[in-house]
């Protein structure tokens, strides 16, 4: 130990000492069970003070590369040496194992890499086919856009008021009379999710829905800390609700017309005893609405939030299932204060949505665009719903159960064994398959798949459906 | 009480009853203070069992309409009037006080919501002037984008393909070499803060920053529930560090070059002394670089990032405040790991950024109308800030000190007296000037203000200014 450190310039004694003793530990120079001087004749052999070791002894322990035996001095660490080169790398593994947000389950992370693949055949995907969406149109209307400096700049924390606008004309066809002072602008339905789960919920809050939902495959709740909770929707709903939450907040998510997954519409008692239970306990309703434009004939029900005088439903719509996700175009329908607190956060959160975007669904929805774009789709969607469910009959009948579709993407097949496991995706998309597997909705739901026929081409779903019966037929 | 529940319809007897019992009470039939029967006689003049009664009971028990005094029967609570009229709408209030995300500092709303009236004078803006943001520019490039059907789909979790090409060889020139699999696009870098606070970091960790910071005026990271603190960058830094930490995680917030809200720029000292501190101590860098395009002269400092081989730097780049924040469009450079993590939470968060704003940015960074813009708006910037200067001089001298500006938004006023507070915000807001005063970047900090020449005209800076000064000299 010859070497000493040098006074007077910029890096401290401390610092010096620290370097020159990690640099012989990674040298090898010392090596783990090495006794170390006692400070006294380490501060002599460093020409340094007494505090300047014990500082720099501090942070050597501190950092696991020494360590103290009772009575018989300081010693290298037996695990210096990993501790040493560990340390060149942050430890992102554990930032990432102890923080808030969850990960996507397994098999969504999965379904989310693969979808990126164009050779794979996307058999649950609940996305609007490339061909299904107008992006010649969208393209021109591009042109038609006249921006002006202010919409391009920091949007208002409701985001634009020309959508918004918009928004309330479109929403009074859907039997909902609003104003803009009640409306946000989120970037998609999910956002909107993520925004109550931080302003509106104690963590803790229970998530009242149905047994399979659309809430279980995304995490905004969960990772709030919220417990999510299936319900049956019957006469014994307010008891059932009252029993379960106790003192705590609730919240009831619902997609009352066709539902994701299922695909299932509810009928009127079911949409008054949902919303006389949570009225009388004070439960808020997430109406999640963003795929009854997809109604292949109108069924004359009404949203929730038709029938609510009392600002208890949070009604969200979006574009994403109607014109294009890659928008990220959604919206919140709310009592003024709930949409003052939801925008305050969305301020925080990303500080508004694309003015783009906003501007380009403002002039569809104001064009007559929209509207026109949507009736188209309403026609494509069907025949792929009677072409799907051809070949259900022909392929899938001896195997699973299921309701004809009256709108939207999905077919929900109930499987009469309980066979759509991990095993079976993955075998699947060996073949290069992609299915959304009930599970992902319902934990411990092996009987279940959801169906899409809004994604895959003609071909690829013939072929798809084709392989999922003969895997299916083989368990 | 002749009235009887209804058997074999489809609202329960409970509900009936309980139902009843509102409407009684609403209407003033019974009245706060009343003795009810027991629930012996109730079930006999129901004609209903007693269990029917007693969940009855229990539930208006739990909603507070009615009360047992012990060994004195059950009597109509004497705030039932109040329950039952609040009852009819949901208490949002209880739910925003009791959910997890922290509001906006009160100033930081008013600054909101006032930056959205026209005839305001907005001093401390971080924003690009109307006619600093090259609209018709943007306008025109719209025409130019091609879009595909896949661009309007769901997004990859990273975000486009093409943007992150365009970023890699864009980020070159800033002495970062990068890959496609090392850049998430975000909606703005506030959007990274988001994602980072909940996909990296236990809550508890330290988030370590300069004194003056921007992170004080927005809370994503203290609603994740991560601990500010603020530290001094000197040759101490990593006992400090270290000393503060201890086993927690922790985080180091830094803009290097042309800090927020201060304007200055790091030496090559100062960044060293961060970057060796965090490295040895395992402590990632989040190095937000959104102002470096704005040097009025290249100053040579070359960002945290490209001296970073271990990735350790987490660094932030957005177009919001050389291009146009309504696209909300940024991007987050990192460890693959890292990414994959974030990106996973992004698509749980909102899907991904607007397809739109992407394909903008990539055009316009492929295309060199971006460096060519940013030439131009540099010179603009520069002109701002010496204009406003001159003002300085001649209204705030005798009040304030303030280092010359090189670049950016800001100018970072020192008043000699502790005066720039609340009351002087409200004061000049009456007289419709808004200001950002020091209290939002530091806490209890009266001494400073973030004076920005980016936004306000030239004759709003004057006038604005001029009032500043009498406000000031009045104190």
């Not at 090596?31 to 501090?58: D, H, K, Y």
């Not at 939030?305 to 890659?326: E, R």
């Not at 309980?418 to 095993?423: A, D, L, M, Q, S």
Request: net charge neutral; charged share 20%.
């Amino acid at each position: 130990m010859n070497w000493q450190p040098v006074k007077n310039i910029s890096t401290t004694l401390q610092q010096q000492i620290i370097n020159w003793f990690t640099t012989q530990l990674g040298q090898g120079d010392l090596t783990p069970g090495m006794r170390l001087p006692s400070q006294r004749l380490l501060a002599l052999q460093f020409n340094v003070n007494r505090s300047t070791i014990n500082v720099v002894m501090e942070e050597l322990k501190a950092r696991g590369l020494i360590e103290t035996r009772t009575g018989d001095g300081t010693y290298i660490s037996e695990d210096s040496w990993q501790l040493l080169w560990k340390e060149t790398h942050p430890k992102w593994q554990q930032h990432i194992d102890f923080s808030v947000h969850k990960p996507n389950d397994d098999t969504i992370q999965l379904i989310n890499e693969y979808e990126q693949y164009e050779h794979i055949i996307r058999l649950g995907t609940g996305e609007l086919s490339p061909s299904l969406i107008p992006t010649k149109q969208i393209e021109h209307s591009l042109r038609e856009l006249s921006l002006t400096a202010p919409v391009l700049g920091y949007s208002v924390p409701q985001g634009s008021k020309e959508l918004r606008e918009a928004l309330c004309h479109y929403l009074q066809k859907r039997g909902i009379h609003t104003t803009t002072n009640n409306i946000l602008i989120t970037s998609g339905a999910l956002q909107a999710f993520q925004l109550i789960a931080l302003g509106l919920l104690q963590p803790g809050s229970f998530i009242f829905q149905q047994e399979a939902s659309y809430l279980n495959s995304v995490h905004s709740f969960q990772s709030a800390g919220m417990r999510m909770t299936s319900v049956k929707i019957n006469e014994q709903l307010q008891q059932t609700l009252l029993t379960k939450k106790r003192n705590n907040q609730g919240l009831f998510y619902a997609i009352p017309t066709l539902d994701n997954p299922t695909g299932h519409c509810w009928s009127n008692t079911k949409r008054r005893l949902v919303l006389e239970a949570c009225k009388a306990l004070a439960i808020p309703i997430i109406e999640d609405d963003v795929y009854h434009e997809l109604l292949f004939q109108p069924d004359n029900e009404l949203p929730l939030k038709a029938y609510d005088q009392s600002g208890h439903v949070l009604y969200i719509g979006s574009v994403s299932k109607t014109l294009s996700p890659g928008l990220r175009i959604g919206w919140i329908v709310a009592s003024e204060s709930v949409i003052k607190r939801l925008a305050d956060i969305k301020m925080q959160t990303d500080y508004g949505s694309s003015a783009l975007s906003q501007q380009l669904v403002a002039h569809w929805l104001q064009s007559g665009m929209y509207e026109q774009h949507i009736k188209q789709l309403r026609h494509d969607l069907h025949q792929r719903a009677e072409f799907v469910e051809q070949l259900l009959q022909r392929y899938i009948q001896p195997y699973a159960k299921w309701q004809q579709p009256n709108g939207g993407f999905y077919i929900w097949l109930r499987f009469e064994k309980p066979i759509i496991n991990k095993g079976l995706f993955l075998e699947l998309l060996h073949q290069n398959i992609l299915i959304n597997p009930g599970y992902i909705y319902q934990p411990n739901d092996f009987h279940h798949l959801r169906l899409s026929f809004a994604y895959a081409s003609y071909e690829q779903l013939e072929q798809g459906i084709r392989q999922l019966a003969l895997a299916v037929k083989q368990r």
